[in-house]
């Protein structure tokens, strides 16, 4: 089972995601995934996910201490950049999973 993370901002679209990714698969035991803050890069190392989708849909991005990926010291597999969550769903479940 691979486990699945999805980080960002408060109000990113995380728990939209999470959900949309969880209809399509109705409840299969296929993947973990969850979405979190997870605000710095020790926090998602820890974490140890297999895939990792950032959502930066937010702008304000000095809000409650969180770091923005290190590209050179993390493995970012999907780079959420618009709020349009089926587009988003479909493209990660078709591409990445």
């Known amino acids: 089972m691979k486990k699945i993370l999805i980080i960002g901002l408060p109000n990113s679209g ?17 993947y973990t ?19 990792v989708i950032w959502c930066d849909t937010v702008q304000n991005t000095t809000d409650i201490g969180f770091q923005r990926p290190q590209f050179s010291k993390e493995k970012i597999h999907c780079y959420v950049t618009t709020m349009n969550t089926q587009f988003w769903a479909k493209h990660i479940i078709d591409t990445i999973l």
């Open 33 to 51: 995934i969850n979405a979190d803050f997870c605000p710095t890069v020790e926090a998602r190392k820890e974490y140890n996910a297999d895939v």
């Open 14 to 30: 995380k728990h939209s995601l999470l959900q949309a990714i969880n209809d399509t698969y109705n409840g299969t035991k296929k």
